[in-house]
């Protein structure tokens, strides 16, 4: 039986960065050479940390798998129902049973199921409704939406059901002039391809939009009923943008190599999405953004090694420091939200565990220690085959790029 341990833990060493990750990535953008080198702490902002919550002595957490499979860095993780998709940089992904219901040691290695592969390095994904329709951002620009062919887990099959932008979405711009922009010194392309790497995406609470972000610092806006191209925001940022997340009332928010996340709004009549505003407080790179629950409260990840916190204001800056969150000591590389828990990965190769406590204080409810490289991403959920009237269960999945994932459960108790 796999002990359940007390917090908090202690922190592990910091881990050491890997140098072919380095030499791997795309050399043209500063993005890509920088979201795991750390900066110093952001010392301006004060700290909303404290040592322990209320509950956090008696919260526990335990590795109930270590999933083994992936060849190289493993980018991207998505829950969808009872699956947990993973993605790499071979452009490999991945599904896996994420029902695990007598964790032991046997359950150490578990192999999943390829289901597609050889498209490029897989930098994002999201799944969109029932049937399971899988939308890649891949490095080499473009975005794939893929279908199942075979639902019957573990046999399940996919096939490339689009490429974006679509072949009739490039036609139909191909020959107005007033479709072209500028990319490069001499060079021009039509307004719906993104140039360099896909790096983020997100769906629209309804799910009848795509929101995709790129290194080319582009955002863009895609119908998912046919695919087509709808908006692109040239020049978004002033460097590449690596991350996107949209609020229930239509606000998107993007975090970018320039320091800076912006937040955008399309308002009633208008045609194109606007400039709300623009929060700036970190000093190096945005590699990560997350919304709480009720879409109140922003989380923003950099290389700086803090989380710093937003909250909606209602005046014209949109949102308002509330402090930050530290502990990891190296750069924070992706941030997840389930219910009323925030987890973020980091470059030493830790996963925090953050949870809101009296007033705007947090307490780090513990620290999950296993990779040997730094944390690229993160996905998690309510249990609710664990949850019960005394407390709650999360399952928390990390993406390394030791090539593992790891499936964590998470225990907290009520108050």
């Known amino acids: 039986m796999v002990r359940f341990l007390p917090f908090p833990l202690p922190l592990q060493s910091a881990a050491q960065e890997s140098d072919e990750f380095q030499s791997n990535l795309h050399s043209d953008n500063s993005s890509s050479t920088s979201s795991l080198a750390s900066q110093s702490s952001l010392q301006s902002v004060p700290s909303l940390t404290i040592n322990t919550l209320s509950a956090s002595a008696a919260a526990c957490h335990q590795c ?185 009332d239509g606000h998107i928010y993007t975090g970018s190599a320039d320091k800076k996340i912006k937040v955008w709004k399309k308002n009633d009549g208008d045609r194109k999405h606007s400039l709300v505003s623009t929060l700036e407080k970190h000093k190096s790179a945005v590699n990560a953004l997350a919304l709480s629950t009720d879409g109140s409260v922003l989380y923003s990840g950099a290389c700086d090694r803090s989380i710093v916190v937003w909250e909606k204001d209602g005046g014209a800056a949109h949102m308002v420091v509330a402090g930050a969150l530290r502990g990891h000591t190296k750069a924070i590389l992706c941030l997840t939200v389930a219910a009323e828990l925030l987890c973020s990965g980091s470059a030493d190769g830790t996963v925090r565990v953050w949870r809101r406590g009296t007033g705007k204080s947090y307490g780090c409810l513990g620290v999950l220690e296993g990779h040997k490289s730094p944390i690229k991403c993160l996905t998690a959920a309510l249990d609710d085959n664990r949850s019960n009237e005394n407390g709650e269960s999360y399952l928390v999945y990390s993406g390394s790029l030791d090539f593992d994932v790891k499936s964590w459960q998470i225990w907290v108790p009520f108050s």
């Open 64 to 248: 109930l798998a270590t999933l083994k499979g992936h060849s190289s860095y493993v980018f991207s993780l998505t829950l969808a129902g009872k699956y947990l998709y993973s993605a790499d940089s071979n452009g490999e992904i991945r599904v896996w049973d994420r029902i695990i219901n007598h964790p032991s040691s046997s359950y150490n290695n578990i192999n999943g199921y390829t289901v597609a592969q050889g498209c490029g390095a897989v930098k994002f994904m999201v799944v969109l409704g029932h049937d399971q329709k899988l939308f890649t951002a891949h490095q080499d620009n473009k975005i794939r939406v893929w279908k199942a062919v075979d639902n019957s887990f573990p046999t399940q099959k996919y096939k490339i059901n689009a490429t974006l932008p679509t072949m009739n979405d490039r036609c139909t711009r191909l020959f107005s002039a007033r479709n072209y922009v500028k990319v490069r010194k001499n060079k021009k392309c039509t307004w719906v391809h993104h140039i360099d790497a896909v790096s983020a995406l997100c769906l629209s609470k309804d799910g009848s939009l795509l929101y995709s972000v790129s290194w080319d610092r582009t955002l863009k806006l895609w119908r998912t009923s046919d695919f087509r191209c709808l908006e692109s925001v040239q020049n978004a940022h002033d460097d590449a943008i690596n991350a996107v997340v949209s609020s229930a």
